[in-house]
Nanobody
C-alpha cells in the first residue's frame, strides 16, 4: 500500500512560482500513473496534471497548460509539480494521487481513476 505526502504549498504573489512535491512511501511511485488535482472552496476537484507510469506522456488541465509542469524524480520516489506564473485563481488545496492498479500506459485525468491520495497542501496566490 502506498502512502503519499504533499509539501511545498504556501502563500505567493501573483506571477510567482511554487514547486510542490509528492513523496511516496511503501511502494515505488515509478510503477504508477500519477496525477495532481486541486480543489477550491465550494468547487469540485479539478484536474491539474498527470503523468503516465512510463513517464513518457503527460497531460494538463486547460487552465494551467503552459504554466505548470509535472515530472518524476524516481531517485527520491517523488513526483513534482512546478507551478509558474501563478494566478489568484490557482488558489486551492492541491492533492497528488496514484493509480495503483492496471494502467495501459496512458495518462489518467479524472479523480475516479486514482485510488491513493495524499492529504493535500494549500496554495494561496495573492493579487
Amino acid at each position: 500500500q502506498v502512502q503519499l505526502v504533499e509539501s511545498g504549498g504556501g502563500l505567493v504573489q501573483a506571477g510567482g512560482q511554487l514547486r510542490l512535491s509528492c513523496v511516496g512511501s511503501g511502494r515505488l511511485l515509478s510503477s504508477y500513473p500519477m496525477g495532481w488535482f486541486r480543489q477550491a472552496p465550494g468547487k469540485e476537484r479539478e484536474f491539474v496534471g498527470a503523468i503516465a507510469w512510463t513517464g513518457s506522456r503527460s497531460s494538463y488541465g486547460e487552465s494551467v497548460k503552459g504554466r505548470f509542469t509535472i515530472a518524476r524524480d524516481n531517485a527520491k520516489n517523488t513526483v513534482v509539480l512546478q507551478m509558474n506564473s501563478l494566478k489568484p485563481e490557482d488558489t486551492a488545496i492541491y492533492y497528488c494521487a496514484a493509480r495503483t492498479y492496471y494502467s495501459n500506459g496512458r495518462v489518467h485525468i479524472t479523480p475516479g481513476e486514482y485510488d491513493a491520495w495524499g492529504q493535500g497542501t494549500q496554495v494561496t496566490v495573492s493579487s
